[in-house]
């Protein structure tokens, strides 16, 4: 039997991360064809509702059910919007090990969803699935995704040359053109409170 994510959904403060459905179909459309996300990811160019309903409807159950990963849809409490993608593949069901990608809307940005996203979902991995790694790669020239990374306490452990393609850099949509990528990880301990540095400093219950 192949290993594979279950159909769940993962709430944290702000955000419900949750399987696709038909009516992401043209929020999906929209926020994949924002000039940034074309420049830094791989998805079609130019993005149609044609592409996003295939995603929804093909490419994202068929991942999961291969056990490469799982793609949610990240929107808000609040109001429901669709607010984000967010991805796992490349999943290592051996070692435990799986690849995160996320994709923020333009009308949602600087609002520190991608964060909030990646921990939440790093949460699920080590605590609920008994995963031992989560990678994150960014391509060089993306600072918006390795500061995303670093707000996470994710560690960069090196850099991959000539490893992607991007489409323009940072000038937006062009040319096709080489790119290093950066390497970033997290592990279960890295999601773990530090130590107090002092005896006094540590907790202590109330007592009645």
């Known amino acids: 039997m192949v290993a594979n994510f279950p159909e769940t959904a993962i709430s944290t403060d702000r955000l419900l991360l949750r399987a696709l459905e038909e009516q992401d179909a043209p929020g999906l459309t929209a926020m994949l064809s924002d000039e940034l996300v074309q420049t830094w990811t791989g998805h079609p160019r130019p993005y149609t509702r044609a ?7 093909r490419q994202a159950p068929e991942r999961r059910a291969l056990g490469r990963g799982i793609v949610f849809a990240v929107t808000e409490h609040l ?32 609002e520190g969803y991608a964060p909030e996203a990646v921990l939440g979902t790093a949460q699920w991995l080590f605590e ?26 994710a560690i960069s452990e090196g850099v991959l040359r000539n490893a992607a393609i991007v489409r323009g850099g940072e000038w937006g949509p062009g040319p096709e053109e080489h790119t290093d990528l950066i390497v970033w990880s997290l592990l279960p301990e890295d999601l773990d409170p530090p130590e ?6 540590q907790p202590h219950a109330l007592r009645h």
């Not at 592409?51 to 409807?57: K, P």
């Not at 107090?196 to 400093?201: K, T, V």
């Open 51 to 57: 592409d996003a309903e295939d995603l929804i409807g």
């Open 79 to 110: 109001t429901q919007r669709l607010v984000g993608l967010l991805e796992l593949d490349r999943t290592d069901w051996h070692l435990r090990a799986t690849e995160i990608r996320f994709v923020t809307a333009p009308w949602a940005r600087g």
């Open 128 to 153: 609920d699935r008994g995963f031992q790694r989560l990678e994150l790669r960014t391509a060089a020239g993306n600072t918006a995704a390795q500061q995303v990374a670093q707000k996470t306490g």
């Open 196 to 201: 107090p540095a002092h005896p006094a400093d």
